[in-house]
Nanobody, 123 residues
């Protein structure tokens, strides 16, 4: 599976942005899809994950109630809708695919990664 993330950019605090991640191949629906982010000088961290059938989602506390993950298996695409953005949300955002059966927050669990898209939130 190859993943291509897009949609990053510069936004003012309080604004919104939607990231997309398109997967190649025919087995997109077999993967749980996660979003992670890495701020400058910091380790990559979990943002959220959606189950292969969209039945279950999990979010980091820092983004809960502000970010929403969704997916369209017919389009091989997962989305990250970000609202009420804060300067501390500034990071490179990565999508990732996991073949496991449990929604994971652990980086090492994920089998495939996109290249990342930069989100910059100005104050």
């Amino acid at each position: 599976v190859q993943l291509q993330a897009s949609g990053g950019g510069l936004v003012q605090a309080g604004g919104s942005l939607r990231l997309s991640c398109v997967a190649s191949g025919r087995t997109f629906s077999a993967y749980n899809m996660g979003w992670f982010r890495q701020a400058p000088g910091k380790e990559r961290e979990f943002v959220g994950v959606i189950r292969r059938d969209s039945a279950t989602l999990k979010y980091a506390d820092s983004v809960k109630d502000r970010f929403t993950i969704s997916r369209d298996n017919a389009k091989n695409t997962v989305y990250l809708q970000m609202t009420s953005l804060k300067p501390e949300d500034t990071a490179v955002y990565y999508c990732a695919a996991d073949r496991g059966n449990v929604l994971s927050t652990i980086i090492q669990t994920y089998d495939y990664w996109g290249q990342g898209t930069l989100v910059t939130v100005s104050s």
